[in-house]
């Protein structure tokens, strides 16, 4: 992917809906789906406002009443969100992985309960749809050399500040903002 971005004029390509881009200067590798999330909000017919959590910690999705027969229209409305919502989790947005872990888990008997709760994701993505994931391409590997010369020592990490809980489980809002950036960086698309 790295020698493909390289070798385009602005740095930058789209694959699958994916904005990919390389920085030459410091070797970072970015990607989002902005277009793919506005386009998805157009489709969806969503204007809400943004909200600041894909799932509300005090939310037990687990309770929502489940129908002995679901409807199925709202079952199909339901699968496609949450496909679209996967599609995004999976390529640029890691934090929302419990969100969709707990969501996917009724793609068969999901509810207009269920749908609402897959809303709240969307409504989470207007509010961070420009934010870029990134990582450094020969970082990782100076990193490994480091760690198995022994010039790094790994240690663990306290509880309050594992970032990777964000994947794991539902976060009150000030954890969840705070390893968001802490994973993300606090990269806007257009931001300089």
Known sequence: MVALICNVKDS?????????TYD???DVIGCNQQAYID??????????N????????DSDVESFP???TPDKIDLRAYAALIGELLYIAINSMPQLSYSMSSLTRYMSKST?????SAKVVLRYLIGIKK???TWCGQQVCFIQKLIQNGLINVKQCPTAAQTADIGTKALPRVLFE???DQVLGDKHVGDK
């Open 12 to 20: 930058s390509i789209g694959i699958l809906s994916v904005r990919y």
């Open 24 to 26: 030459k200067i410091t």
């Open 39 to 48: 386009r998805l909000l157009v489709k969806r017919h969503e204007n809400a």
């Open 50 to 57: 943004a909200c600041k959590l894909p799932i509300n910690p």
């Open 66 to 68: 489940i129908f002995d």
């Open 112 to 116: 207009p309960a269920h749908l609402t």
């Open 131 to 133: 934010r870029q994931l």
């Open 178 to 180: 705070n390893f968001t």
